[in-house]
C-alpha cells in the first residue's frame, strides 16, 4: 500500500498546489421566485463540485437595490460564493454564467493571500454574531 501512495503522492500534490482561492459575486434577476432562485444556485454550485472544486463559504445577500439599472430592473438577488479551484476552472464557470439568462450581472476574481485572510476574519464574526443572535 505504501508504494501505491508514493507514486500518486506527487500526483495529488500537484492537483492540490494548483487550486487557489476565488470569490464569485452573481446577481439573479429580481423576478425568479425563491424556489427558482435557489436552483439556479445549486446549479452553478453542483458545476464547481463536478469540477472539483471546494465550496468554502457561500452567502445569500437577498433581494437589493442596484446602483443603476440593468435590463430596465432596478433590484436583484445577490448571491457570494467563495470556492478554491483550478485556474482552467474559471474560464468554464463564466461562460455559464454569460449563458444563464437568470444571471445579469457576475465577478469572479481570485484572492490574494491578504483577502483570504480577511474572508477568514469576516466568516468567524458573522458565525459568532449569529450564534449570539441565537442565545
Known amino acids: 500500500m505504501l508504494i501505491i501512495f508514493t507514486i500518486f503522492a506527487p500526483q495529488i500534490l500537484k492537483l492540490t498546489q494548483n487550486m487557489n482561492d476565488y470569490e464569485a459575486v452573481f446577481i439573479l434577476t429580481p423576478v425568479l421566485s425563491d424556489a427558482q432562485m435557489k436552483e439556479a444556485v ?8 463536478n469540477e472539483k472544486a471546494e465550496i468554502v463559504n457561500e452567502e445569500n445577500w437577498g433581494l ?5 439599472p440593468i435590463e430596465k430592473k432596478t433590484t436583484g438577488f445577490y448571491q457570494l ?4 479551484a483550478r485556474p482552467e476552472t474559471i474560464a468554464v464557470l463564466e461562460t455559464q454564467f454569460r449563458r444563464d439568462e437568470r ?6 476574481f481570485r484572492q490574494d493571500k491578504y483577502a483570504a485572510e480577511y474572508a477568514v476574519k469576516r466568516r468567524n464574526i458573522r458565525a459568532s454574531k449569529e450564534t ?4
Do not use: G, M, P, S
Open 103 to 108: 444571471v445579469i450581472r457576475f465577478l469572479t
Open 42 to 49: 445549486e446549479k452553478f454550485k453542483d458545476f464547481l463540485i
Open 132 to 135: 449570539e443572535k441565537e442565545n
Open 64 to 68: 437589493r437595490k442596484l446602483a443603476y
Open 81 to 84: 460564493i467563495e470556492f478554491k
